[in-house]
């Protein structure tokens, strides 16, 4: 599921990981039987690798973590959303190209 680069991030961990994260954080709300979650993934992955220490980039399991899906209301999957000093600031929904997905998330280069 995740590589080196992203980190697994649930109910457990989440505070931790996102909310108190020193670095801006992109949560991928995903599941393994999602097929647009698989397709939004490598850009993910290039993000993470591109931006190691800058941003970090953390997948959260709908289907093991319901109650932080509920609560920033993750409707439909892919649901992306960039975290910074804990609270949302951009949100996607559904796959874009990389270079959509980047400039919606204002990442844009």
Same mark, same amino acid.
């Given at each position: 599921? +995740? @590589? $080196?680069?992203?980190?697994?991030?649930?109910e457990?961990?989440?505070?931790? &990981?996102?909310?108190?994260? *020193?670095?801006?954080?992109?949560v991928?709300f995903?599941?393994?039987?999602c097929?647009?979650?698989?397709?939004?993934? *490598?850009?993910?992955?290039e993000?993470?690798? &591109?931006? #190691? @220490? #800058?941003?970090?980039?953390?997948?959260?399991?709908?289907? $093991?973590?319901?109650?932080? +899906?509920?609560?920033?209301?993750?409707?439909?999957? *892919?649901?992306?959303?960039?975290?910074?000093g804990?609270?949302?600031? #951009?949100r996607?929904? @559904?796959?874009? *190209?990389?270079?959509? %997905?980047?400039?919606? %998330?204002g %990442?844009?280069?």
């Open positions: 599921m +995740a @590589g $080196e680069t992203i980190v697994a991030v649930g457990a961990n989440f505070d931790t &990981e996102v909310r108190q994260s *020193p670095v801006p954080v992109l991928d995903w599941a393994p039987w097929v647009p979650c698989r397709m939004v993934s *490598p850009a993910l992955e993000v993470a690798r &591109e931006r #190691q @220490g #800058q941003i970090k980039v953390a997948k959260v399991n709908v289907d $093991e973590n319901p109650n932080l +899906a509920a609560e920033y209301g993750v409707m439909s999957i *892919p649901t992306i959303i960039r975290f910074e804990g609270r949302e600031v #951009q996607v929904v @559904g796959v874009l *190209p990389r270079a959509h %997905l980047l400039k919606r %998330l %990442l844009a280069q």
